[in-house]
């Protein structure tokens, strides 16, 4: 069984930082894309970072040049870090995956972990 546990989440005022991680686990075979998503209260939840096994990322134009994702393919994990944070940050953000695992390719996701920016 595949699980992605994420940590890092807190209380920040604005222009503040975060780090957040997730690790997943499990018998993996390969980890494709692995991606943060968040959803703040009355919307839909958005693609924030996403960066493949080869280290291609890609960011939403809201968060370009403030946040940067990584990964270790080593340790099956990847880190969002958080800097210049502004109250419209504030949701619950998620990590997926997308990888293989006992011979079929799925997609998980994380429990996720709350995100306040505020003063």
């Known amino acids: 069984q595949v699980q992605l546990v994420e940590s890092g989440g807190g209380l920040v005022q604005p222009g503040g930082s975060l780090r957040l991680s997730c690790a997943a686990s499990g018998s993996i075979s390969i980890i494709y894309t692995m991606n943060w998503y968040r959803q703040a209260p009355g919307k839909q939840r958005e693609l924030v970072a996403s960066i493949t096994n080869a280290g291609g990322t890609n960011y939403a134009d809201s968060v370009k040049g403030r946040f940067t994702i990584s990964r270790d393919n080593a340790k099956n994990t990847v880190v969002l870090q958080m800097n210049s944070l502004k109250p419209e940050d504030t949701a619950v953000y998620y990590c997926?995956?997308?990888?293989?695992?006992?011979?079929?390719?799925?997609?998980?996701w994380g429990q996720g972990t709350q995100v306040t920016v505020s003063s």
């Open positions: 997926y995956a997308d990888l293989f695992v006992n011979l079929q390719r799925g997609i998980y």
